[in-house]
């Protein structure tokens, strides 16, 4: 079940132009704002953007969310008041963008890899393939589910050094909570004899005629 609040699909930009769009948005930030005004105001801008319907600018917004959380001690009310009321980018809006993202376009450089992604490629941080990965076994993709166990067989090898990873383990605990409360339930079996024929009505017991007043004297 998709929430309201998460927009209708049209496109899913690719991180690059992504990019050149937030940067040309900070660049037209006032300098005599706040910080937290700056943040509020570039956030705003990419939140319009995801409301038209490109889900890559949902990918930027998911990602700062959990870049000001973290900062703030991972407190949500605050980082809530921070980028404004009804824009924190919970999990419905995450397992909607993360549905849209075309795995064989994600970038996944090799250790020491300093190539440049292609323009059509999606730059993603670890924790955020982990969940594109995680939703796409969970709905039966092989070749997402052979690369989630791959990935998953290092994860506690990388966890200290990238703090972004709690937030795939809530992902993962959320989709597995949301994936139970769906699942139909199992067929019940049939009672014993609820395919026989039914029994044959009972007939009427006869009543006996009322004693005469002949009978009776």
Not at 106 to 116: A, E, L, N, Q, W
Not at 156 to 176: G, H, I, N, V
Request: proline share 10%; with cysteine.
């Amino acid at each position: 079940m998709v929430d309201r609040d998460v927009p209708e699909f049209r496109t899913i930009s690719p991180t690059q132009r992504v990019d050149i769009y937030i940067s040309d948005w900070r660049a037209e930030l006032l300098p005599e704002w706040s910080p937290e005004e700056k943040e509020r105001r570039l956030y705003e801008r990419a939140w319009a953007a995801y409301q038209e319907g490109d889900y890559g600018f949902g990918l930027w917004l998911w990602h700062e969310c959990d870049r000001i959380t973290l900062a703030l001690g991972g407190n949500v009310r605050e980082a809530t008041r921070i980028l404004g009321p009804g824009k924190y980018f919970g999990f419905s809006h995450r397992r909607a963008v993360a549905e849209k993202v075309p795995i064989e376009r994600i970038h996944r450089p090799r250790k020491g890899d300093m190539s440049t992604p292609r323009p059509d490629a999606f730059a993603l941080p670890h924790y955020q393939v982990l969940c594109v990965y995680a939703l796409r076994a969970a709905s039966g993709d092989a070749t997402a589910k052979a690369q989630y166990e791959i990935a998953l067989g290092e994860l506690e090898l990388m966890r200290r050094a990238d703090p972004y990873l709690r937030y795939f383990d809530t992902f993962r605990d959320l989709l597995q909570r949301t994936a139970t409360v769906a699942a139909p339930p199992p067929d019940a079996s049939p009672a014993a004899g609820a395919d026989a024929d039914p029994p044959a009505p009972r007939k009427p017991r006869r009543r006996s005629p009322a004693p005469t007043s002949e009978q009776t004297s």
